[in-house]
């Protein structure tokens, strides 16, 4: 019912910054909640930053990285600005969204690869 599709990551400086951006479509009426993960090899997966009622982030990216929407478009991003070696993984975003019948629906993207070079 509800497909999300993920663009922005690719290969960055230490220092640099990357937008993340989830694009998600179907019977959607609004987004609810948002969030973004990231998994490293030899990581466990890692819940950078979330959006309900309150924004929460790691504290490995407090003052770095900003969770945000554009709920005219569906649409959620990840601003990463101050980018570390440490923040190279395959970033994934996860929505919970409102339908138009009025239930709720859960979807991931398909995860987009950040690498960053010292």
């Known amino acids: 019912q509800v497909q999300l599709v993920e663009s922005g990551g690719g290969l960055v400086q230490a220092g640099g910054s990357l937008r993340l951006s989830c694009a998600a479509s179907?019977?959607?009426?609004?987004?609810?909640?948002m969030a973004w993960y990231r998994q490293a090899p030899g990581k466990q997966r890692e819940l950078v930053a979330s959006?309900?009622?309150?924004?929460n982030y790691a504290d490995s990216v407090k003052g770095r990285f900003t969770i945000s929407r554009d709920n005219a478009k569906n649409t959620v991003y990840l601003q990463m600005n101050s980018l570390k070696p440490e923040d190279a993984a395959v970033y994934y975003c996860?929505?919970?969204?409102?339908?138009?019948?009025?239930?709720?629906?859960?979807?991931w993207g398909q995860g987009t690869q950040v690498t960053v070079s010292s």
């Open positions: 996860n929505v919970d969204v409102r339908l138009w019948n009025g239930g709720l629906f859960n979807a």
């Open positions: 959006s309900g009622t309150s924004i």
């Open positions: 179907g019977s959607i009426f609004r987004i609810n909640t």
